[in-house]
């Protein structure tokens, strides 16, 4: 029991000490900004910088003197606010997805707050497809598909309706909808969404102007 204590009360010494904090995860579509804020009421310190996975200082600012040095590489792509201490990385490209952390230097040195950042693509239109069609009394019925990427959805419109699925793959999702005029495909990611739709009143129209 007393080794339980004890390994507790180092787990809590290392927490205080090294100012551990829990990642927020961050996706940004490519060619885009990022904002990474701070996210707490900041105690006393000496410094503050921003650094990424490499142990990179993007920005450090020294709190007496207000000087903000910013390393060369990041210099015409990344804004900071000297008040708010947030950083803004510009123009993300995937080679820029990993860890940033906000760390204090003073009495002790303080993790304050650290991003996963993920800088994906936007997501490529879907693409439904009407396989066949036909019409029984009043009511059209529409075999179709609904693709995009690695995803597929194959179903059926019958009777006004169709039965809502979803698929998803790693972070992409695909949704397919109906209702009494359309049936609509949905590519989905983090950053970004498109759709295809089709018209069920003029299709079904057609087909019934067709048989006639």
Request: hydrophobic share 35%; charged share 20%; net charge negative.
């Amino acid at each position: 029991m007393a080794v339980h204590h004890l390994f507790a009360f180092f787990i809590l010494l290392l927490i205080s000490n090294t100012g551990f904090s829990a990642e927020i995860s961050v996706f940004v579509q490519t060619g885009d900004s990022v904002q990474l804020d701070i996210q707490t009421q900041l105690s006393e310190f000496d410094d503050l910088s921003w650094r990424n996975d490499k142990s990179e200082n993007i920005v450090k600012y020294f709190h007496k003197t207000k000087e903000v040095r910013l390393h060369s590489s990041y210099k015409d792509r990344v804004d900071f606010n000297d008040k708010t201490f947030s950083l803004t990385l510009k123009n993300m490209q995937k080679t820029h997805s990993g860890l940033y952390t906000a760390r204090t230097s003073g009495e002790s040195d303080k993790n304050i707050v650290t991003y996963r950042v993920s800088v994906i693509d936007a997501v490529e239109a879907p693409v439904l497809t009407v396989n066949s069609n036909w019409l029984s009394g009043n009511f059209c019925t529409v075999n179709f598909t609904c693709r995009a990427h690695e995803l597929m959805i194959d179903s059926s419109y019958q009777n006004n309706r169709c039965s809502p699925e979803e698929v998803t793959s790693q972070i992409n999702t695909l949704i397919l909808d109906c209702s009494e005029e359309s049936i609509i495909c949905n590519h989905s990611n983090p950053v970004s969404w498109k759709e295809d739709r089709i018209n069920i009143t003029q299709l079904c129209e057609d087909f019934c102007l067709c048989s006639n």
